[in-house]
């Protein structure tokens, strides 16, 4: 087949990004670059060039950072004008099918007007502009995918029920440990070290556990850090800063659990999956990507804010199997099992495509500027 895939133009596709859209491209395009498949990668400028990038200009996600100033209007601007001519491309050279990866409002606003079909994939929870590109989009046939329950949930009144593609990593970067650790259990939590992710409550469930927390992940708030966090680093926690990518894995499989505190908003799940496929045990609270991604034989889930019940979900995690921890990964959150998934949803789109719109809208001829 021939793919063209849309990446969001914040960063560039070239895994160092921190954003997880960034990774969620970057392994789709890989795998499916894999399978034998012509993918072109529509990026921004410095993208890799092993996955066939067509860069359209330099990324705008810095000056989109600083809100409030004329660097975000014309990071914008920017992102606006580049879009619009990777729309262009997509005319003048169609593909079999076009996967939507971007949070950006005009590729939904003029689907209608490609010459191929479109899948999009639905990252986070509604906003704007791109919740209204939804509401008002011209082929209300356009398909669409979610990557967690929360997130199908949340565009449930735009699009009724959607068909779920849960994140995949490529899990032979990680490492097993399908034994339990030798020196005295303790837990980890993987994140930046900011409010809103839930370390807090991450440390307070450890302290009632009687475990220790070992806290992976760069300082994203000083204030936060030296005010809140540090001086509750007792009973053996400690905080280990951002560890080289080879180190991280290893750090990961010998704790006895992982604590994944991640955010409601938060679709992917990438410290979960990366945990399970270490062969550790997973707890965290029933949102997001979790309920997802954890069954009863690799994790335990409380909810969403009860300290107490994390706690408790965390001694019981210390019992699971650790080759029941890694089965599932490799059951259910790989990069393979993602492509495929998408692979199936094209192959509808394009079915669909093929059939007379039942909205009646008429598709644009290719070659048009938009």
């Not at 209204?132 to 979610?146: C, G, I, M, Q, S």
Request: include cysteine.
């Amino acid at each position: 087949m021939r793919i063209d895939v849309l990446a969001q133009l914040d960063h560039p596709i070239d895994g160092s990004s921190a954003d997880g859209r960034e990774r969620h491209t970057r392994t789709l395009v890989q795998e499916l670059l894999r399978l034998g498949h012509r993918v072109r990668l529509f990026a921004a400028d410095g993208t890799d060039p092993g996955l066939n990038p067509v860069c359209l200009g330099p990324a705008t996600g810095r000056g989109r950072q600083r809100s409030g100033t004329r660097a975000a209007q014309a990071a914008a601007a920017a992102q606006f004008d580049l879009q619009r001519r990777m729309l262009t491309a997509l005319a003048d050279d169609p593909a079999d099918i076009i996967h939507n990866d971007t949070a950006h409002e005009l590729p939904v606003m003029l689907a209608h007007r490609l010459p191929a079909p479109m899948v999009t994939t639905l990252h986070a929870l509604p906003d704007e502009p791109l919740g209204t590109a939804v509401l008002e989009r011209t082929r209300r046939d356009l398909p669409f995918t979610a990557l967690s329950p929360a997130v199908a949930e949340a565009w449930r009144p735009f699009l009724g029920e959607l068909p779920l593609v849960p994140n995949g990593l490529p899990l032979d970067r990680f490492r097993a440990c399908l034994r339990q650790p030798d020196l005295t259990p303790h837990a980890v939590w993987r994140g930046r070290v900011a409010p809103g992710q839930g370390l807090m409550m991450a440390l307070q469930a450890c302290l009632i556990a009687g475990i220790p927390l070992m806290v992976i992940g760069p300082i994203g708030d000083e204030d936060f850090w030296r005010g809140r966090v540090r001086p509750r680093l007792s009973n053996g926690s400690r905080y280990v800063g951002v560890l080289p990518p080879d180190s991280m894995p290893l750090a990961v499989a010998e704790a006895a659990v992982a604590v994944c505190t991640d955010p409601a908003s938060d679709p992917y799940g990438e410290a979960a999956i990366e945990a399970l496929a270490c062969g550790t045990p997973v707890t965290g609270f029933a949102q997001g990507a979790l309920p997802t991604l954890v069954d009863r034989l690799s994790g335990r889930l409380a909810p969403a804010g009860g300290v107490a019940a994390l706690a408790r979900c965390i001694l019981a995690a210390l019992q699971l199997r650790r080759a029941d921890c890694r089965r599932r990964a490799e059951q259910f959150c790989t990069a393979p099992r993602m492509a495929q998934d998408y692979l199936a949803a094209y192959h509808r789109a394009i079915a669909h495509h093929r059939s007379p719109p039942a909205d009646g809208t008429t598709l644009r001829a290719p070659g048009l500027n938009f």
